[in-house]
């Protein structure tokens, strides 16, 4: 079982950076797959971006060279580092961690990006 807690969301203007965190509870956090996803009104939520337990990395077209995700194993905790945002990337952010069929997801944090 793992429970997960996102932090580091608000409002920022267009062209600002936020940090999200997502602290992981339970064993083995190592082992999963981990994501963050996001879903703006009226939308799908959708994958943002995505690092294996390995180091590899995954994100959507839409944040490439602008958000940056990594992890910490011995903290527990993985990051989105997200630089030049833009309107369009307002939306409540989720992390999840996946392993051998079992998802597990946080209850979301605000990100609103407006002037």
């Known amino acids: 079982q793992v429970q997960l807690v996102e932090s580091g969301g608000g409002l920022v203007q267009p062209g600002g950076s936020l940090r999200l965190s997502c602290a992981a509870s339970g064993r083995f956090f190592s082992t999963y797959l981990m994501g963050w996803y996001r879903q703006a009104p009226g939308k799908q939520r959708e994958l943002a971006a995505a690092?294996?337990?390995?180091?590899?990395?995954n994100y959507a077209d839409s944040v490439k060279g602008r958000f940056t995700i990594s992890r910490d194993n011995a903290k527990n905790t993985m990051y989105l580092q997200m630089n030049s945002l833009k309107p369009e990337d307002t939306a409540v952010y989720y992390c999840k961690a996946y392993k051998l069929g079992a998802e597990y997801w946080g209850q979301g944090t605000q990100v609103t990006v407006s002037s």
């Open positions: 690092i294996t337990n390995t180091g590899s990395l």
